[in-house]
Structures are given as C-alpha cells and as structure tokens.
C-alpha cells in the first residue's frame, strides 16, 4: 500500500495523532474538519452559516493541496450536535458542488471538538 499524507498550511493543523489527509492510489480520505481559522486557535462561529462556511473552506483547502476540487468528492460525512441545524448547514454544504452530490450521510452526536456544531469528513478520487 502507498500511501501520502496531505498537509496544506491553509488549513487548520490537526489537534490530534492525525493527518488533514492521506492519499491511496486515487483515493483521498479527508479527516473531519471543524471551523478552525488556520493558522489560529480560533473557531470561526459567528452564525451556523459562517461555521459551516468555514468547514468548507477548510476541506477545499486540503482537496486542493491534493490537486482536487468538490467535483471529485465521492462521499461526505456530516456531523451535528443538533438535528435542527440540518436545514441550515444543508444550505450552505449545497452552494459548494453542482448539479452531482456526493452520497452522504448527516448524523447526531452528542458533542464535537472544541464545542463546535459542525463536523465534516469526506471521500475523493481522482479517477
């Protein structure tokens, strides 16, 4: 198995034993992403919105260290501290890819790191 691990400095650094992403073959498995500002130790939650937004950014920063955009995600995972929040982050998530969603699943948990309300992972390839 090759493996490379992803690290893009415009992305929070990981707060954990964990990489942002490894890269298998044509595979990118993207950790969980929070609204971390890079480079800080700051959340970015003004509104659910501007969280959400800032998950975004943060995974788009790490697919294009891979030299990939929202077009090769195969797969997202969604993590939540409320199921109300669904509609809201849904919103936002929408706005980042055309026409073809990636398959997905949005769950509820009782809590995330640092507090936050939003956690997303995800899945790409290249091929």
Known sequence: ??????QSE???A???????AVQ???LLFISGQIALIPGTDQLDQES????THRVMKNL??????AGMTFAHVLKTS???TDMQFFTEVNQVYATYFSE???ARETVAVQGLPKGVRVEISMIASLG
Do not use: D, R, W
């Open 100 to 102: 073809q969603f990636p």
């Open 60 to 65: 788009q920063a790490v697919l294009t260290q």
């Open 1 to 6: 198995m090759n493996k490379t691990i992803i």
């Open 78 to 80: 969604i993590f939540l």
């Open 24 to 26: 298998c073959g044509n």
């Open 10 to 12: 415009q992305a929070p």
């Open 48 to 51: 659910l919105s501007t969280e």
């Open 14 to 20: 990981p707060i954990g034993p964990y990489s942002q």
